[in-house]
């Protein structure tokens, strides 16, 4: 590691807003976020021990309009953060029932910089179609691509339980900051 990289800090944050069917928002939260995983094994998703290597296909988050197996997924679970976390203690489907939420394609912006720092963020916003609210949102997270396997690469609970109403969105934004 040369100097100019032990002088490196990395930070994470978040921030989940919810809007109603005629985008005022009604929900806002931010704050800084946590990271799972502390070696090259981690478990996926399943819970299994997988090694993880180098690849210019691994820590994808970029899922597509449906997509529930990667990118940032939201859930009901409360259960506090630990460092051996590998998924969301509940998360919700993708869909229009009970419960469900209609998951747009992750998007992410170009790196900024401005010295000292670099950041970047990703998100995803998910509609509710189901007809009825969705409530009780807790967790937020993202799971990457491994491979032929995802990993949860950070997982976060809300100090409050978010509600979507019906015809309204939530929209999960991670930012990623790089201080030299």
Not at 37 to 58: A, F, H, L, Q
Not at 95 to 116: I, K, M, R, Y
Not at 164 to 179: E, H, N, Q, R, S
């Amino acid at each position: 590691m040369s100097s100019k990289e032990a002088h490196l800090t990395e930070q994470l944050f978040y921030e989940v807003v919810v809007t109603d069917k005629e985008g005022r928002e009604i929900f806002r939260e931010a704050g800084p976020s946590h990271t799972s995983m502390g070696s090259n094994t981690i478990k996926d998703t399943g819970g299994i021990d997988r090694t993880v290597g180098r690849s210019p296909s691994n820590l994808r988050a970029n899922a597509g309009v449906g997509d529930v197996n990667f990118g940032i997924r939201v859930g009901k679970g409360s259960t506090p953060i630990d460092i051996s976390d590998y998924a969301l203690d509940t998360p919700i489907a993708e869909g229009t029932g009970v419960d469900q939420l209609s998951h747009h394609e992750v998007q992410n912006s170009q790196p900024v910089v401005s010295a000292p720092d670099c950041s970047f963020t990703i998100w995803r916003v998910m509609f509710n179609n189901t007809g009825s609210t969705v409530s009780g949102i807790r967790e937020i997270g993202c799971y990457v691509v491994m491979g032929s396997w995802y990993g949860l690469a950070f997982r976060d609970v809300l100090a409050s339980p978010a509600s979507i109403p019906f015809g309204g969105a939530m929209t999960v934004t991670y930012t990623l900051k790089v201080t030299a």
